[in-house]
């Protein structure tokens, strides 16, 4: 099993930067692809980014390609979200998630979920 816990939002004005961190309890971190969705309210879970076991594949939204980007520290058991050119339409509730299968953008095949950090962009 796997506990994740996000960490790094809050408020920045549009066209500022955020990153946003989870950190992963467990020995077995590595065997997980890890994933970032996003939650407006009254809109469904969608996804943001993923990277692989190894770190070697990342695949992103269109919608933040470009501006966002994902990374892992297998060592330290983190893996990391820099935001850069933010958005107001970036508001939402941001979830770090682990999958023991397939890499995927589908919510539905992640394992475990964190409990999500708020990111709010003015405009």
């Known amino acids: 099993q796997v506990q994740l816990v996000e960490s790094g939002g809050g408020l920045v004005q549009a066209g500022g930067s955020l990153r946003l961190s989870c950190a992963a309890s467990?020995?077995?971190?590595?065997?997980?692809?890890m994933g970032w969705f996003r939650q407006a309210p009254g809109k469904e879970r969608e996804f943001v980014a993923t990277?692989?076991?190894?770190?070697?594949?990342?695949y992103y939204a269109d919608s933040v390609k470009g501006r966002f980007t994902i990374s892992r520290d297998n060592a330290k058991n983190t893996v990391d979200l820099q935001m850069n050119n933010l958005k107001p339409e970036d508001t939402a509730v941001y979830y770090c998630?682990?999958?023991?299968?397939?890499?995927?953008?589908?919510?539905?095949?992640?394992?475990?979920w964190g409990q999500g950090t708020q990111v709010t962009v003015s405009s």
């Open positions: 467990g020995r077995t971190f590595s065997s997980y692809n």
């Open positions: 990277i692989s076991r190894s770190g070697g594949n990342t």
């Open positions: 998630a682990a999958d023991a299968g397939l890499l995927s953008k589908q919510p539905s095949r992640y394992d475990y």
